[in-house]
T-cell receptor
Framework: KQEVTQIPAALSVPEGENLVLNCSFT??????LQWFRQDPGKGLTSLLL?????REQTSGRLNASLDKSSGRSTLYIAASQPGDSATYLC?????????????FGKGTHLIIQP | DAGVTQSPTHLIKTRGQQVTLRCSPK?????VSWYQQALGQGPQFIFQ???????QRGNFPDRFSGHQFPNYSSELNVNALLLGDSALYLC?????????????FGEGSWLTVV
């Protein structure tokens, strides 16, 4: 059974810093891994999707990497801004389209101080 | 292009009652999944519907049931509500036939059981 862990649980940094959020998973037979953002009281917004055959994906100031052998993924946020404050969740899928459901970590609560 | 829409956004029910939550998937998507997110936790997979049938189910009791309609919209029903059912219920949609496609979430329905 897949288990996903996110470290740290919470992070507070000054605006402008580059930061890394960590995600680890127990089952290396992962199909893909997706990073989401969740604002307080809201749903999830997909940020990046990495297929098992890929090593990384980039979108703007965000870069996500995937290392299946070590069971790790990282989300790198460059030049952080107060608007980046949110909870970031990673989720692994064991089948395409999340057919067996995504397994989520508990998230990293990020605060960017102006 | 409308994303995933859910209704109602908030509701309060009494212990022992029944509740129905509704979801319309993103245009072009044929698969709907439901998740439960307790406060401070990551979402937990409840079940997934495809071609009007339940394909996969997470570790949730039979009090949780669902339905998918020919237009791909879906309902989540919870019977005999418990205080512990209080949570954010998220609907996610995807296109099952396309491997590796991104999964999109709605804004969720906040259920409070008193």
């Amino acid at each position: 059974k897949q288990e996903v862990t996110q470290i740290p649980a919470a992070l507070s940094v000054p605006e402008g810093e580059n930061l890394v959020l960590n995600c680890s998973f127990t089952d290396s037979a992962i199909y893909n891994l997706q990073w989401f953002r969740q604002d307080p009281g809201k749903g999830l917004t997909s940020l990046l999707l990495i297929q098992s055959s890929q090593r990384e994906q980039t979108s703007g100031r965000l870069n996500a990497s995937l290392d299946k052998s070590s069971g790790r993924s990282t989300l790198y946020i460059a030049a952080s801004q107060p608007g980046d404050s949110a909870t970031y969740l990673c989720a692994g899928a064991s089948q395409g389209g999340g057919a067996d459901g995504l397994t989520f970590g508990k998230g990293t609560h990020l605060i960017i101080q102006p | 292009d409308a994303g995933v829409t859910q209704s109602p956004t908030h509701l309060i029910k009494t212990r022992g009652q029944q509740v129905t939550l509704r979801c319309s998937p993103k245009s072009g998507h044929d698969t709907v999944s439901w998740y439960q997110q307790a406060l401070g936790q990551g979402p937990q997979f409840i079940f997934q519907y495809y071609e009007e049938e339940e394909r996969q189910r997470g570790n949730f009791p039979d009090r949780f049931s669902g339905h998918q309609f020919p237009n791909y919209s879906s309902e989540l029903n919870v019977n005999a509500l418990l205080l512990g059912d209080s949570a954010l219920y998220l609907c996610a949609s995807s296109f099952l036939s396309i491997s590796g496609n991104t999964i999109y979430f709605g804004e969720g329905s906040w259920l409070t059981v008193v």
